[in-house]
């Protein structure tokens, strides 16, 4: 999604955090699945258990990939919160929530760019006339729920920051 909650710093402090005290990071990644936890059930809540359309349910590859058909039990369990401290590039975002499914990120995301193919956009029209525009499933279910996420994350962002200076002050 091009649309993040980013909390600069936070990559590097778990990195050294996990050199210094490994069960608090430990800790820290426990709290924040916690925080996302009702964000993470809301968007499996959300999803169709049955195709969205029924192209979904044929078999479909782009490559190697299999891209579907619709399992809605498999794009659910998909779902996921996820901490990332790898050093790539320049990206700060390192708390995030991922759809793993092909057929769920094209299900929320068809549209956002993209589809210019007839069939892309007599997909992309069916979507949005059943389920509204994209993101369809993840950014609505973060929405509800942005203020106690933020909430969350700024507790854990004072955990981290107190366990630092704690470290620091010995």
């Known amino acids: ?11 590097e402090t778990l990195r050294e955090l996990n050199k210094i005290e490994p069960e608090l990071r430990k800790e820290i990644i426990k709290d924040f699945r916690q925080v996302v936890k009702p964000v993470v059930d809301q968007i499996k809540r959300a999803l ?39 050093k790539r ?6 708390m ?33 006339r059943r389920y509204g525009r994209a993101s369809r499933f993840m950014w609505p279910s973060y929405i509800d729920k942005a203020n106690e996420i ?5 507790q854990i962002v004072e955990k981290v920051i107190d366990a630092t200076n704690r470290r620091l002050v010995r």
Not at 1 to 11: A, D, L
Not at 89 to 94: D, I, P, Q, R
């Open 96 to 128: 995030k929530i991922i759809m793993k499914s092909p057929a769920g990120a094209i299900a929320d995301m068809a549209g956002k760019k993209g589809g210019n193919s007839p069939q892309g956009q007599i997909m992309i029209a069916a979507l949005e």
């Open 89 to 94: 590039g320049k990206s700060l975002a390192v």
């Open 48 to 86: 169709p258990v049955e195709a969205p359309l029924s192209g979904f349910a044929r078999s479909w590859t782009q490559g190697n990939n299999q891209k579907t058909p619709w399992n809605g039990a498999t794009v659910a369990k998909s779902v996921t919160s996820k901490i990332d401290t790898r």
């Open 150 to 154: 933020e909430g969350g994350v700024e």
């Open 1 to 11: 999604m091009s649309n993040s909650v980013t909390v600069v710093g936070i990559k």
